[in-house]
T-cell receptor, first 109, second 114 residues
């Protein structure tokens, strides 16, 4: 079983739609979580950290459910520029991060 | 304004011919990482340095080595590249001692093997 699992998608949504991705992690000792965004053939870039109480950054909302060991990312009012692969990331110690293989989002006009 | 710089962006080498990829940073971060990412897969951590302390992942092949001569530079050496080593290689840095900080990635080096 992968340490961090994501639905690969693609999620095809129209502009303006709300879309949500989930990600599950297997190591209950995971301490910190992040969402990264990766455009095609580019490097991952930090989108947001995920806090226990949930957090919001503009159109993006991240949630953490420790009991069920999943995190989520909600994107409201999708823009064409949101089209990318979204990587779920967990920190389990030793200063290293474990990446999921990503969920691809395609926002269509 | 590039903060994590990888050279070259594209590298072509021959099967079995040693190759070195380089990474430099202007962030003065104490942790530097090397990842391998193949198409549609997650970045896979190869190893990381915490200052001069080298941490190898258990499943990183012996064919992959790394050097960190100083805080700013880190190198990835592939001693005898095979066809399966063709991938994007990502360097990343982070700061922080007791809590994990987000990682900052370079643009990556895309390695092709002939």
């Amino acid at each position: 079983r992968k340490e961090v699992e994501q639905d690969p998608g693609p999620f095809n949504v129209p502009e303006g739609a709300t879309v949500a991705f989930n990600c599950t992690y297997s190591n209950s000792a995971s301490q910190s979580f992040f969402w990264y965004r990766q455009d095609c053939r580019k490097e991952p870039k930090l989108l947001m950290s995920v806090y226990s109480s949930g957090n919001e950054d503009g159109r993006f909302t991240a949630q953490l459910n420790r009991a069920s060991q999943y995190i989520s990312l909600l994107i409201r009012d999708s823009k064409l520029s949101d089209s990318a692969t979204y990587l779920c990331v967990a920190y389990t110690g030793r200063r290293a991060l474990t990446f999921g293989s990503g969920t691809r989002l395609q926002v269509q006009p | 304004d590039a903060m994590v710089i990888q050279n070259p962006r594209y590298q072509v080498t021959q099967f079995g011919k040693p190759v070195t990829l380089s990474c430099s940073q202007t962030l003065n971060h104490n942790v530097m990482y090397w990842y391998q990412q193949k198409s549609s897969q997650a970045p896979k951590l190869l190893f990381h340095y915490y200052d001069k302390d080298f941490n190898n992942e258990a499943d990183t092949p012996d064919n992959f080595q790394s050097r960190r001569p100083n805080t700013s530079f880190c190198f990835l050496d592939i001693r005898s590249p095979g066809l399966g080593d063709a991938a994007m290689y990502l360097c990343a840095t982070s700061s922080g001692t007791f809590t994990v900080q987000p990682q900052h990635f370079g643009d990556g080096t895309r390695l092709s093997i002939l």
